[in-house]
């Protein structure tokens, strides 16, 4: 029964996905989209969702994800001639000056700089040699329909990938707080340059977190999106998609709308015991400090793992409702919700065992 209810759910929350998203892809805005969740990879939506086309400057989240992985962003480099000499978008280069690698980076994913693309890989290796390890971290990731010829996404053949594999890019790149502080910022300033963010969802769309756009003539409009609300994490990809920006508030929309408010234990509800070693009594409860809740998708309650962090066992005296230790709900590597745990109990010291100034306590007031 219960099987039949989540596959009833499932079908419903499928069904409401579509019916949300018919201005989009019953339009065919898009030529390619998923919708997937972040921590989990599973996919909310899809539609032709693993053929290979050019994705534009949202090459550019897989150029940040290498370089990243390079550490040191505040070493310095000079810029050399070829670095200012790339066409396209731009965060306007000099050759001769100075920057960080850190400063560059922001130029790469606000402004999308095709300049700075070229000076990162310049600086992490060199050319040729940064563009293999993006596609050593293209295989490294399992991808198999995504190859790189350049770090910026201008046109060249060869140079492709689908929009579940870029949203996978995207989640693995998302793991790194360096790469979610620098796609969700708005503006950042380097100097004298002023660096601002073309998502434009950063500011029309609630929870969005990021992540980058991109445009070239053979590519049409790609956008990469991702949105943070109660906890779930959700990552929109399309490719050559005229109406980018509602489409992904639409299909963000429908995705969020998937996850349901599920309580994981009340406010002090008995998580597990612990046993006492010389004490009155054999073992106490652990209890949860806090009513506890998750969001989440049909069938993830009962593939949630729990773990208890703080000690096994316990000595007496304890004192109840002092800190035990805390819980984790996973599901998968992520953790969906955490909480405090408690004492649900004493456990006392036997009389022999007390302290002197114990049992002038309990003459002087009596015990219980």
Aim: proline share 4%; glycine share 8%; charged share 20%.
């Amino acid at each position: 029964m219960r099987g039949e209810m989540q596959a009833v759910k499932k079908f419903a929350c499928a069904l409401l996905l579509m019916l949300l998203c018919t201005p989009v892809c019953g339009a065919l805005s898009a030529k390619s989209a998923v919708v997937i969740d972040a921590d989990t990879g599973e996919t909310l939506y899809e539609y032709n969702a693993d053929e290979r086309l050019p994705m534009a400057s949202t090459t550019k989240i897989m150029t940040a994800l290498v370089a990243l992985g390079e550490g040191d962003l505040d070493r310095t480099y000079t810029v050399k001639p070829e670095y200012a000499q790339v066409e396209g978008s731009s965060m306007y280069l000099q050759a001769g000056e100075t920057l960080s690698m850190r400063d560059t980076l922001y130029g790469l994913m606000l402004s999308s700089g095709n300049d700075a693309a070229v000076a990162i890989a310049g600086e992490c290796g060199g050319y040729d040699v940064f563009i293999q390890k993006m596609n050593d971290k293209a295989a490294a990731l399992g991808l198999t329909d995504t190859h790189f010829v350049n770090p910026n996404g201008l046109p060249a053949d060869g140079h492709y990938t689908t929009a579940r594999e870029l949203a996978r890019i995207t989640a693995e790149a998302l793991r790194d707080p360096v790469f979610r502080q620098i796609v969700s910022t708005q503006s950042y300033t380097a100097g004298e340059r002023t660096f601002t963010n073309h998502n434009r969802l950063l500011t029309s769309y609630e929870g969005a977190i990021g992540v980058k756009t991109g445009y070239t003539r053979a590519a049409g409009r790609c956008l990469v999106s991702a949105a943070e609300r109660n906890g779930r994490t959700v990552i929109a990809v399309t490719l050559n998609d005229a109406d980018d920006w509602n489409d992904h508030a639409a299909l963000l929309d429908a995705a969020f709308a998937q996850y349901e408010p599920v309580t994981l234990h009340e406010a002090g509800e008995q998580i597990t015991t612990l046993r006492v070693f010389g004490g009155d009594v054999d073992s106490v409860p652990l209890v949860a400090q806090n009513t506890v809740t998750a969001y989440l998708l049909p069938g993830e309650r009962e593939q949630l793992q729990t773990v208890r962090y703080g000690d096994s066992i316990c000595y007496a005296p304890v004192v109840q409702t002092a800190y035990a230790g805390q819980i984790e709900y996973r599901l998968g590597d992520a953790v969906l919700a955490r909480d405090t745990l408690v004492y649900g109990g004493a456990a006392l010291l036997p009389p022999e065992e007390k302290s002197l100034p114990e049992r002038i306590l309990e003459r002087i007031f009596g015990s219980d």
